[in-house]
């Protein structure tokens, strides 16, 4: 795997192509932190989101190096042909370490992308020391009437954040409107959330949009229910595993988990810690400083 350095709109941000060295389209990764040799923890984002949902979190912790990829279908990633899942994603994350100098790292994920933490360390554990889940990584409950991941509407589920992939925007400020709306930044909106926004828009005014390729979500979103492969993965991990909990969900109302589901998964993780995170919501955790400084600290923790 090659990379190369591409231009960023913060000139304090390292945004580099990590590419197959074939005619295929680089993944992009937003690096934080110091220039050194240090392995770097690796952040992983979630279904419709991008790296840049890691700000928060990496002013947090200044001295550690911290790759934030953008994965395959989502903003500068977007190009990168499917099949997705999860695995597919693990595949490339696997080949990004490898680049980066290889080892056991810390790696964190966030919704989906704490899904993808568990798909990486399940196939390559030599690359995963420590897993961070962030509100994810554990199967979701199936709503009523469905048997498993292909009987759902992945769309409907995500609400805002999945219908905004299919409207256009005539500015970046109507853009921005649209977040500002979503229940869950009514009370907490800051200049975080709008970098994170911001890197998410393609096209050009007046007809910009998400740069989330709706295939990749619809197809990552149908591996969140617990599939064979995926619960034999947790149950193989033996690395340290922390997941951390909000107690409101996408639009600021009902949890993705409900309090004491994530301790029920000890039986197939044994080493699991589970951590409360108070007032916040599954996007908050990352955003504001009551989440963001948990999630750094247990980031922290190792390795």
């Known amino acids: 795997m090659t990379a190369e350095a591409v231009r960023d709109e913060d000139p304090a941000l390292a945004v580099t192509s990590f590419g197959p060295g074939t005619d295929e389209p680089a993944l992009a990764v937003t690096s934080f932190g110091p220039g050194t040799d240090a392995d770097a923890v690796l952040a992983i984002h979630g279904i419709t989101a991008n790296g840049r ?7 947090l912790l200044p001295e550690r190096r911290i790759l934030a990829p953008d994965l395959r279908g989502r903003a500068r990633s977007n190009a990168l042909p499917g ?5 597919r994603h693990a595949a490339d994350l696997a080949a990004l370490l490898e680049a980066d100098g ?24 030599d690359l995963v020391a420590r897993l961070v889940l962030v509100d994810g990584g554990f199967p979701l409950a199936l709503p009523p009437g469905a048997t498993d991941g292909d009987d759902l509407d992945v769309a409907a589920l995500l609400g805002p954040a999945a219908r905004r992939l299919s409207m256009e925007f005539a500015d970046e400020d109507a853009y921005l409107g649209f977040w500002r709306a979503h229940p869950a930044f009514a009370r907490d909106w800051s200049p975080a959330v709008e970098d994170y926004a911001r890197h998410d828009l393609d096209g ?3 007809h910009l949009r998400s740069s989330t390729v709706a295939a990749a979500m619809l197809q990552d979103g149908g591996e969140l229910y617990g599939p064979e492969w995926y619960v034999e993965a947790l149950r193989g991990l033996r690395m340290p595993v922390t997941v951390l909990r909000a107690p409101r969900g996408l639009l600021d109302a009902e949890p993705l988990y409900a309090p004491g589901v994530l ?5 197939l993780v044994p080493q699991l810690r589970v951590v409360e995170v108070h007032d ?12 963001a400084e948990q ?4 980031a922290d923790a190792g390795p």
Do not use: K, Q
Request: net charge positive.
């Open 263 to 267: 301790e029920g998964f000890a039986a």
């Open 295 to 298: 999630v750094a600290a247990a």
């Open 83 to 87: 099949p997705y899942g999860l695995r």
């Open 102 to 125: 290889g080892g056991g790292r810390t790696v964190i994920g966030h919704s989906m992308g704490a899904f993808v933490a568990v798909a990486l360390a399940g196939a390559r554990p």
């Open 204 to 206: 050009a005014a007046p």
């Open 280 to 291: 916040v919501n599954h996007y908050t955790i990352l955003f504001v400083a009551r989440g």
């Open 53 to 59: 949902c890691w700000d928060t979190v990496a002013a």
